[in-house]
């Protein structure tokens, strides 16, 4: 009887090891979850939507988006730091869930560079620097001038504290030595109102905010702040080619998955993206946002995390910026 019972325990711890190799060559076997930190229906949102539905199809498994906003994304990374590494919930993040938040917020519920593992990266797309008519300035070298005459009376505003607009004015502030007051406010229309009506001198803003009303007339564009020029506005100048070097602020998006995450699963959902970005629909639909396609291995986007963390790092102990 003890033979058998012996024998018995033996079978089950043996099957017990076996499930995880089981689970990671049937992976997936059930829907697959993308977390997306901000409301249904933004820009990111969209992103997700648009690349899921084609690495559903790569997968050969339902990808389902969930929206768990709040907290400027940090509520959604926190849940998806905590889920299981099985490869069934991921986070669609970037920089304000794996960089911003982890250096504003002192208590997060998740360790931005142990909690997670880089899947890949989907898109890059840069911002555009922004005036309203009232300010006398057509170029970049025209505005610093300004800024600098104007002292603390001129103004940058963002979409609040803490957001990438917000923080690609404090760089571009650091960048030419200016001491613009920055002025947040709840959302990008709402702070593109007070720039057309001469309350801000300038701000730096995703290019589907502003889009719009530089068409319109109602905003100049000035230049643009990634490596190259963007597909949205490829007459504008980059920063870069005005005479700020190494000037770049680009907003990216980015697969990634609980730490620990087999590393076989972690290569078939980055295969599934690879053929995602490959598709023509998917790559419209990012430049129709000012975005372009930047997929990139495991390994490449983790690095870029880092970089990207470092820079701004920098630019908020300069700042002394705080959100708690």
């Not at 889920?83 to 998740?110: E, N």
Request: positive net charge.
């Amino acid at each position: 009887m003890k033979i058998f019972r012996r024998q018995v325990l033996f079978a089950f711890a043996a099957a017990a090891c076996a499930v995880p190799g089981w689970a990671q060559d049937n992976y997936p076997s059930r829907p697959v979850s993308i977390v997306v930190p901000f409301p249904a229906g933004g820009v990111v949102d969209v992103v997700a939507r648009m690349v899921g539905q084609k690495m559903s199809a790569a997968l050969g498994a339902p990808i389902v988006i969930e929206n768990k906003a709040g907290a400027g994304g940090t509520i959604g990374a926190a849940y998806v730091a905590k889920a299981r590494p099985d490869g069934y919930t991921i986070l669609l993040g970037g920089s304000a869930t794996q960089v911003f938040g982890p250096v504003l917020y002192k208590k997060l519920q998740y360790d931005a560079s142990k909690d997670f593992v880089p899947v890949g990266q989907i898109s890059s797309g840069p911002l555009v620097l922004v005036t309203g008519s009232k300010v006398p300035s057509t170029d970049v070298p025209q505005l610093t001038k300004y800024l600098r005459e104007q002292g603390v009376r001129a103004f940058y505003g963002s979409n609040g504290n803490g957001t990438f607009p917000h923080l690609a004015g404090e760089m571009f502030k650091q960048a030419n030595n200016l001491s613009s007051a920055h002025i947040p406010y709840s959302g990008g229309p709402a702070a593109l109102t007070a720039l057309i009506s001469g309350d801000l001198a300038f701000s730096i803003n995703h290019i589907p905010v502003i889009q719009g009303m530089v068409t319109s007339g109602k905003l100049r564009a000035l230049a643009t702040t990634g490596k190259k020029r963007s597909v949205a506005f490829p007459d504008l100048p980059t920063l870069n080619e005005v005479g700020m070097k190494d000037f770049e602020a680009s907003a990216w998006w980015g697969l990634f998955a609980p730490a620990e995450t087999p590393v076989e699963v972690v290569k078939k959902l980055n295969d599934a993206l690879a053929v995602a970005l490959k598709d023509p629909g998917v790559r419209a639909g990012l430049e129709r946002q000012g975005d372009e396609v930047a997929y990139s291995s495991p390994k490449d986007f983790g690095a870029y995390v880092q970089a990207e963390t470092a820079k701004w790092t920098k630019v908020v102990k300069i700042a002394d910026l705080r959100l708690d």
